[in-house]
């Protein structure tokens, strides 16, 4: 599909830039109102530090994007998620689709005006909620067959009206839709979901109605199985998407098994395109992948965990509803620069959690600015060539011994050269 | 503490409370009302999101009712409550229950009065309410008081009891405060009580105002236990046998008719509970108190709008007449405010109240609110909380400013104007 014409001074200015590098150069003529500049790449590890331009602001990667599932983040306003430097997060097809629904989203000036949201938005495709929250979803070559939770009406959702929704969302990226298969589901199903996500990646590309301003992202499947994860590379690097997701993962499979799925897709991923890994957000997790290669994350667990009282720290979390911070009066964390650490103790925000939803407001702030730093931190780490010592002392702090660390977790390291003590 | 009155008009005090606080910089204008808080904080809402609202009150509302579960914790602390909660340059003033969450009747002795914590009553003796008090350390609060004279048919018995416990509080609480080094320029406020018996408002107001008390709660005139009228000739009665200098405090009454009937009978302080009660029935407060000539805003309430808003209000209270099962009561939607769940909402891409300068309506649309609230999402709360505050603020200073140019009856009737036809 040809994309229309764009004379962008700016883009223009930064394809120059990236076309002297001579393995982006045939990928960055793309039309997609995206451009990834490299900024660094760690020369122990596969991790790479990239400036991603995306329609509404220049994101920093690696980069973690807090999910706001509804149009709205838990309780945070706009400002408030501007204020933690927040470049880019999530909204979900699936539910906005549902509510308020793309015609009133249009209305509003798509997503970002319907709740001012002035930098990147990334949404998915709504096939992934649907499989997980919806009995009775049923796959099809069409798309996937759902019971409204709403009204109990049969719906069916193509690819076509993914995008279609996607395209009154006005995001700045958007996913395919995907047959998506539980990880831990083997056999003839995944290749057929593999084969059918890529047929369903050509009618999205085709369907998207807005190239020009709207980017599409690839969804690799293949679920566990590196044969039919390859042959999706394959097929799907051949299009001319503006980026991909690795897909399929993080859905409760073994931690062996998933570590060898994102390398074997970094390495088959052309380098000049983000590589974003979907649904990952534990802060282990999250080095060891930026190792393996990947730039962009989202995860529902930091915001979720919040909510339960859960404040993640560089050695864990803290549950501050248990009694243990009753007349504990240090900030959650003494080195977090956060509007909650800055002014609420432990104890403080133990006794809120019982009588306002404040207490949770304060610890998703918290939260949300500890994932945010942490990636900060590992970009700063790659751009002055020390992302291996940063991995080692972060792990050092995370884990009160090496012997708990988590072995997939060595072996992943170690097999981009980072070998732990 | 100093009460500056510099005008009255039909009984109304314009003027303001200076030198709060204990270095005695802060003041408050009256009639104005104090912020409301739960644990310390205003419902929903952080340090970040409240300070995006301009001109709060100098003064902050905590309640024993919220509180008292912690007292092990500020007692360790030390430092006081307004430290605990993260609450910086505010003067704070503590009252004993929670405007907003009622109590249930029935357990007070001679002794004691109880309060509700999360994990259940806690019952206060004035040994104990003064313990908390030292280690909540407010720059003001008031005395121990059985309040508990709102029931249909309570006796006038149980009223003589509840002025006579309140005194014997109050002189029990007077004996402590001199002897806690905590408590050392603190102010305290007297209670005072007498139901709908107006001897004993009376003989409770005298003998309140013979001890040595900065001001005065007025309690049990709650929204709900007596008529309005009523109501207004009590406090009319109460604040003729207070002295001039001294504020009086008006417990559990918000409602803007309400707030404007009891500024004229001599009230000149108010708790801020009533924008969280709208907050929690999912309503934006939109009673219009504009009475300036103002030719730019004349054209901003049509008739259709107020026609529309009508409507709703019948909707709305048949809607809400069960409550939503929580524990605090949300009350009833009152016809000041709009039920952003409304379907009529849907597509309504205008601001909360049109002209409102709050956070909420600079950056956010009515479809935007009504979508949270359909959704259950926490940032419903925010919003609303954050406007609701703002027009509720915006009221009180309207009022003061009606009262400084004698045109209360105008600000009356532009209030009242949603009371027609219902
Ligand atoms: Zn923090
Ligand atoms: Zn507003």
């Not at chain 1, 223009?12 to 039309?31: D, F, G, Q, R, W």
């Not at chain 1, 096939?127 to 719906?155: A, C, N, W």
Request: aromatic fraction near 6%.
């Amino acid at each position: 599909m040809a994309a229309p014409c764009r004379t962008d001074a700016i883009f223009e200015t930064v394809v120059e830039e990236i076309e002297t590098n001579e393995m982006c150069s045939k990928k960055a003529a793309s039309l997609a109102p995206l451009v990834l500049h490299m900024v660094a790449e760690c020369p122990v590890t596969k991790a790479r530090v990239c400036d991603l331009t995306l329609p509404h602001c220049t994101v920093n990667t690696p980069v973690f994007m807090p999910v706001g599932t509804q149009g709205t983040l838990k309780g945070i306003t706009v400002d408030q998620l501007e204020e933690l430097n927040c470049q880019i997060c999530l909204g979900n097809t699936y539910h906005l689709g549902m509510r308020p629904g793309p015609e009133l989203i249009d209305k509003a000036n798509g997503l970002h005006g319907f709740m001012n949201w002035k930098r990147n938005l990334l949404t998915d495709s709504g096939g992934f909620q649907m499989v997980s929250l919806v009995e009775l979803s049923e796959v099809t070559e069409e798309g996937v067959k759902f019971r409204s939770p709403y009204d109990g009406k049969e719906i069916l959702l193509t690819p076509e009206q993914s995008i279609a929704i996607q395209n009154s969302l006005g995001s700045d990226i958007m996913m395919q839709l995907d047959d998506v298969v539980s990880s831990t589901v083997t056999g003839p199903r995944v290749e057929e979901a593999m084969h059918r996500s890529i047929r369903w990646l050509d009618r999205s590309i085709a369907a998207n109605k807005n190239p020009d301003r709207q980017n599409l992202f690839a969804i690799i499947q293949g679920g566990l199985n590196s044969q039919l994860r390859k042959a999706c590379l394959e097929e799907m690097t051949k299009r001319d998407v503006p980026g991909f997701a690795i897909g399929g993962l993080s859905g409760g499979e073994e931690k062996d098994d998933f570590w060898k799925m994102v390398t074997l897709s970094t390495d088959h991923l052309p380098r000049c395109k983000p590589r974003y890994l979907m649904g990952v957000g534990y802060a282990v997790d999250l080095v060891v992948c930026v190792a393996l290669g990947c730039d962009m994350f989202d995860c529902v667990f930091p915001t979720r965990t919040a909510r339960f009282g859960s404040a993640l720290v560089p050695w864990g979390s803290l549950q501050l509803k248990t009694k243990q911070f009753a007349k504990d009066f240090q900030p959650i964390d003494q080195e977090c620069q956060c509007a909650t650490c800055r002014r609420h103790t432990r104890a403080y925000l133990h006794a809120l959690l019982k009588c306002d939803t404040a207490g949770m407001h304060h610890i998703t702030v918290h939260n949300i600015s500890y994932q945010l730093t942490l990636m900060r931190s590992v970009r700063e780490s790659i751009i002055e060539k020390r992302f291996p010592e940063f991995v080692k002392s972060f792990m050092k702090r995370m884990f009160p011994t090496s012997d708990q660390y988590p072995r997939w977790a060595v072996e992943a390291l170690a097999s981009v050269n980072i070998t732990l003590d | 503490m100093k009460l500056e009155i510099s005008q009255v008009v039909q009984g109304c005090r314009l003027g303001a409370l200076t030198g709060l606080g204990k270095t005695a910089q802060h003041s408050l204008e009256t009639p104005g009302c104090l912020l409301y808080t739960r644990c310390g904080s205003v419902p929903h809402l952080t340090q970040d999101t409240l300070h995006t609202l301009t001109s709060l009150p100098a003064v902050t509302q905590l309640t024993l009712a919220t509180l008292a579960e912690h007292q092990e914790v500020l007692e360790e602390f030390k430092e006081g409550a307004r430290k605990f909660a993260g609450l910086h340059d505010t003067v704070v003033y503590c009252s004993l229950h929670d405007p907003a969450a009622p109590n249930p009747p029935g357990y007070i002795t001679n002794k004691t009065v109880s309060v509700w914590g999360s994990g259940g009553r806690i019952e206060l003796t004035v040994a104990r309410y003064m313990a908390l008090q030292a280690a909540i350390q407010p720059d003001w609060y008031q005395s121990m008081a059985d309040g508990e004279t709102g029931q249909e048919n309570t006796s006038r018995k149980r009223v003589r009891k509840a002025v006579d416990r309140t005194l014997s509080h109050l002189d029990e609480c007077l004996v402590l405060h001199q002897k806690m080094q905590e408590l050392k320029e603190v102010e305290i406020f007297g209670v005072v009580e007498g139901g709908d018996v107006r001897e004993e408002r009376l003989r409770s107001a005298r003998e309140t105002a013979k001890r040595p008390v900065t001001g005065f709660v007025l309690d049990g005139f709650q929204s709900g236990v007596m008529g309005a009228d009523l109501r207004s000739q009590l406090i009319a009665a109460t604040t003729a046998e207070l002295p001039q200098d001294k504020p009086r405090l008006l417990q559990g009454v918000g409602r803007p008719d309400e707030v404007l009937d009891c500024v004229e009978a001599g009230v000149d302080l108010f708790e801020s509970f009533f924008p969280y009660q709208a907050t929690e029935r999912g309503c934006a407060l939109c009673f219009d108190f504009n009475i300036e000539p103002d030719p730019e805003r004349a054209g901003t309430r049509t008739p259709t709008v107020l026609n529309s808003d009508k409507e709703e209000i019948i909707t709305g209270e048949l809607l809400r007449e069960n409550g939503d099962g929580s524990g605090d009561a949300p009350g009833k939607m009152t016809c000041f405010e709009k039920d952003l769940r409304d379907k009529r909402y849907r597509e309504d891409f205008r601001p909360l109240v049109l002209g409102c300068s709050c956070y909420c309506c600079r950056n956010h649309q009515r479809a935007y609110v009504h979508h949270l609230l359909v959704t259950n999402e926490l940032l419903a709360g925010v919003l609303l909380m954050l406007h609701n505050t703002a027009h509720y603020l915006s009221f009180f200073q309207a009022l003061r400013r009606a009262l400084a140019q004698d045109r209360l009856p105008d600000l009356k009737k532009q209030v009242l104007q949603c009371h027609q036809g219902q």
